[in-house]
C-alpha cells in the first residue's frame, strides 16, 4: 500500500465544469508535488510545496491551482480545462524538497483526468 | 534539446535474457542520477541511484558516463516481474527534488 493516496483515480469532466484533486501523504515528509504525466511525454513538474509554502511554479496555467492546507495534503483544483489537460496527474513527496538524498520522490497512484 | 533522451523501445526480450538500457543527459553540471520503474498503470517508484563507480543491486547494474553524459541500467537475468517502463532522470543541481528531469522512460517487455 502506497504512503501517498489520491482521489480520485479517475475523473471525467467537462470544460466547464469546477473539480479537485486530492493527496494526502502518511510518510511524515515535508515536501510534496504534483506532476503532469502525459502520453509519449517526460513528467512535468507543475508545483513544489515545502513545509507548506510553494516554492515552485512551473509557468502552469492558473485554470490549475494548487492548495497545501497542511504538510500532509495537497490539492489541484481544476477549473475550465481544456482537452489537452487529459492526462495522469500524480502527486508526490520527499522529506525535503532542498538537502541531500534529494532524488527519492514517493508517488500516489495517480488521477487520470479526462477533459470532453 | 531535451534535458534527458531515452530509447521508448519497447525492447521484447526472452526470460534469463540480459538486456541494456542507455540513457543520455544535455546538462554537463548534472550533479545525479537515478533509474526509476514504472509499471503499466501505476507509479514510478526508485529502482535505484546511480553513482559515479557504478552501482549493483541484484541483478541490476547501474553504471554513469560523466564523459559522454550517458547512464545505463543493465538487468540481467530478466524475469517477467521485469516488464515495466524504466524511467532516467538526473538532477541538475546537487540538491533538490525540484530540479529532478525525468526521460520518457523505455518500455520493457519480457516474454516467456
Known amino acids: 500500500e502506497t504512503g501517498v493516496t489520491q482521489t480520485p483515480r479517475h475523473l471525467v469532466m467537462g470544460m466547464t465544469n469546477k473539480k479537485s484533486l486530492k493527496c494526502e501523504q502518511h510518510l511524515g515528509h515535508n515536501a510534496m508535488y504534483w506532476y503532469k504525466q502525459s502520453a509519449k511525454k517526460p513528467l512535468e513538474l507543475m508545483f513544489v510545496y515545502s513545509l507548506e509554502e510553494r516554492v515552485e511554479n512551473n509557468s502552469v496555467p492558473s485554470r490549475f491551482s494548487p492548495e497545501c492546507p497542511n504538510s500532509s495534503h495537497l490539492f489541484l483544483h481544476l477549473h475550465t480545462l481544456q482537452p489537452e489537460d487529459s492526462a495522469l496527474y500524480l502527486c508526490a513527496s520527499s522529506p525535503n524538497s532542498r538537502g541531500p538524498n534529494t532524488g527519492e520522490l514517493f508517488f500516489g497512484e495517480g488521477s487520470r483526468l479526462t477533459v470532453l | 534539446r531535451k534535458e534527458v533522451e531515452q530509447d521508448p523501445g519497447p525492447f521484447n526480450v526472452p526470460e534469463g535474457a540480459t538486456v541494456a538500457f542507455n540513457c543520455t543527459y544535455s546538462n554537463s553540471a548534472s550533479q545525479s542520477f537515478f533509474w526509476y520503474r514504472q509499471d503499466c498503470r501505476k507509479e514510478p517508484k526508485l529502482l535505484m541511484s546511480?553513482?559515479?563507480s557504478g552501482n549493483e543491486d541484484g541483478r541490476f547494474t547501474a553504471q554513469l558516463n560523466r564523459a559522454s553524459q550517458y547512464i545505463s541500467l543493465l538487468i540481467r537475468d530478466s524475469k517477467l516481474s521485469d516488464s515495466a517502463t524504466y524511467l532516467c532522470?538526473?538532477?541538475?543541481?546537487?540538491?533538490?527534488?525540484?530540479?529532478?528531469?525525468f526521460g520518457t522512460g523505455t518500455r520493457l517487455t519480457v516474454i516467456p
Open positions: 532522470v538526473v538532477n541538475i543541481l546537487p540538491t533538490g527534488a525540484n530540479n529532478l528531469f
Open positions: 546511480v553513482y559515479s
